[in-house]
């Protein structure tokens, strides 16, 4: 099992960037695939970004390429996602999940979950 937990969320006006982390908590962290997912309020939780074991394959939604880039450090246990150019229609709370195997973009394909940090862009 492992335990998820994102910090580095805030309040960014358009244009600007911010990056977020999301901390493991075992030796183990290498055995998952890992995610970015993001929800606002009364829409579905949103596929943004996934990355292979050993960080050697991504995959991005469409409304996010070229502006966000997912990396892991499986030595600090901790996945990052960079976000630059950021617009009002980012705003959400972005998770981190873990999964079994890569490059799913369903939520149910993720086993273990963040509690999520807030994502504020101002226009």
């Known amino acids: 099992q492992v335990q998820l937990v994102e910090s580095g969320g805030g309040l960014v006006q358009a244009g600007g960037s911010l990056r977020l982390s999301c901390a493991a908590s075992?030796?183990?962290?290498?055995?998952?695939?890992m995610a970015w997912f993001r929800q606002a309020p009364g829409k579905e939780r949103e596929f943004v970004a996934a990355i292979s074991r050993f960080g050697g394959s991504t995959t991005y939604a469409g409304s996010v390429k070229g502006r966000f880039t997912i990396s892991r450090d499986n030595a600090k246990n901790t996945l990052y996602l960079q976000m630059n150019s950021l617009k009002p229609e980012d705003t959400a709370v972005y998770l981190c999940?873990?999964?079994?195997?890569?490059?799913?973009?369903?939520?149910?394909?993720?086993?273990?979950w963040g509690q999520g940090t807030q994502v504020t862009v101002s226009s």
């Open positions: 075992g030796r183990t962290f290498s055995t998952y695939a």
């Open positions: 999940a873990a999964g079994p195997n890569y490059g799913g973009s369903h939520y149910s394909l993720y086993n273990y």
